[in-house]
């Protein structure tokens, strides 16, 4: 069977990396000229951990990454409102928690698609998808380039999906209301104490950090506003650092850590859940099928978690494209609407403006369990994995997040 997949990010080269492993020969293609060396960085958390060390990529992931051990939590004036201990949720999960930056998460994804010869087409921006003759998916490409696999998968981001245009009609994103600037601050010396994640919560703002090494970390800086029109990156630095001054360490110290040249405004943007992630022989994968907004901390991960279960549905299939295609939308879309819909929550406490709502948030955080939130992420988190869990834990129900403020 051909496979063709659009889009060389998360999903699009893991899901080459999971199909290669069951015998089959996909072939990516990617809008960009080059692999991308902008962006900040992603946290891996367990879940993914599992696809990782499944698609043979943990040790590499490993030696670019770092190991984070707790993620606290902080309002604007710098008191303490808890936080997820990370290494009490990796022993539950059974599987590593990594932060690493999105270059090298690329980089390692293309290493490994490279030594399995998996041809990873650069320049080649699909622009539209429509059928042929006996109703199979032709992909064509702005380069004059165009593709007629047995199987496409959609796996070209949420901002403006081809795929998903052809699948659902429509592939508008939704502005959320809040920006973010992020960048990777590197220092001569030590820019924090240890490997953690810091999230810092003011009313309409947010600061997030996430160290790889002490003095290696990426970054979050948010704020609600109307969605900004086109934004010249000069005077960028200055007013991330005026909309923070006063902030606790090590804010200021980060801003100033990072090149002003590196750190990006984002627009953020999510997606509608759909009914269905497939017509004819196309499938929507990662965010073009189900783009979380960056509070539920789990896109690149449920990124991760398509390519596995993708490669497990075709290998059990009798054939049927139809079959694989219903089979994976029934495992994946509960987990990744609730996710979803967590993430949007989440963003509405987050970016509240009202003082009596932030107080209210801060105290549920700061009042919130330690070791029953960790159960609950562990048990939503694993949800249609085979991750034995090792803490005996209550029930829960659903998804992951209740009380518990996930970082990004
Ligand atoms: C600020 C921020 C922080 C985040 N932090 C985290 C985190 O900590 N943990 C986490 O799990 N997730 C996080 N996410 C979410 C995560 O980045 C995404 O969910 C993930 O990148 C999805 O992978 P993807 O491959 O589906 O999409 P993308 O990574 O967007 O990749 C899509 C690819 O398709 C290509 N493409 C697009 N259009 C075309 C076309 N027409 N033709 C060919 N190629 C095309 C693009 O160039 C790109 O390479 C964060 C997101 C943001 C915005």
Request: charged share 20%; net charge neutral.
């Amino acid at each position: 069977m051909e496979i063709g997949i659009l889009g060389g990010g998360i999903a699009g080269l893991s899901v080459a990396l999971a199909l290669h492993q069951q015998g089959y020969r996909p072939r990516v293609y990617e809008r960009r000229a080059a692999p991308a060396t902008m962006g900040a960085g992603v946290t891996l958390w367990p879940n993914a951990g599992f696809v990782l060390q499944e698609l043979g990529l943990l040790r590499d992931i490993e030696a670019v990454g770092g190991r984070p051990v707790m993620a606290h939590r902080y309002d604007a004036a710098g008191n303490a409102l808890g936080g997820v201990d990370i290494a009490l949720l990796d022993r539950t999960m059974g599987y590593p928690t990594q932060t690493v930056l999105r270059r090298d998460l690329q980089a390692v994804l293309l290493k490994h698609a490279a030594r399995a010869g998996i041809p990873v087409e650069f320049g080649h921006r699909a622009a539209a998808i429509d059928l042929d003759a006996h109703g199979k998916a032709v992909a064509h490409f702005e380069n004059g380039v165009s593709i007629r696999p047995d199987l496409l998968i959609g796996a070209d981001g949420r901002m403006d999906s081809v795929a998903r245009k052809f699948v659902a009609g429509d592939n508008t994103p939704i502005y959320q209301g809040f920006v973010n600037w992020i960048g990777v601050a590197q220092g001569q010396s030590a820019l924090v104490d240890d490997i953690a994640i810091q999230d810092f919560w003011g009313a309409g703002t947010r600061f997030g950090c996430v160290a790889i090494r002490t003095d290696l970390l990426y970054w979050a800086a948010a704020q609600a506003r109307p969605l900004p029109g086109e934004t010249s990156t000069s005077g960028i630095r200055k007013e991330i650092e005026d909309l923070f001054a006063g902030w606790p360490e090590p804010v200021a110290r980060i801003i100033r850590a990072t090149p002003a040249h590196a750190i990006r405004l984002i627009a953020v943007h999510d997606l509608e859940p759909l009914h269905t992630w497939s017509r004819e022989n196309v499938l929507l994968i990662g965010d073009a099928a189900h783009a979380p907004l960056p509070t539920s901390g789990q896109g690149a991960c449920q990124a991760l978690e398509d390519a596995w279960h993708l490669a497990r549905c075709l290998e059990g299939a009798g054939g049927s494209l139809d079959e694989v295609f219903q089979q994976f939308t029934k495992i994946r879309s509960p987990k990744t609407t609730k996710l979803a819909e967590q993430g949007r929550i989440f963003a509405r406490a987050l970016f509240a403006m009202d003082p009596e709502a932030c107080r209210i948030r801060n105290e549920r955080a700061k009042a919130s369990n330690p070791v029953r939130d960790v159960q609950i992420l562990a048990e939503g988190w694993a949800q249609g994995l085979p991750m034995p869990l090792n803490a005996g834990g209550m029930p829960v129900d659903g998804v992951g997040v209740s009380s518990l403020y996930a970082p990004e």
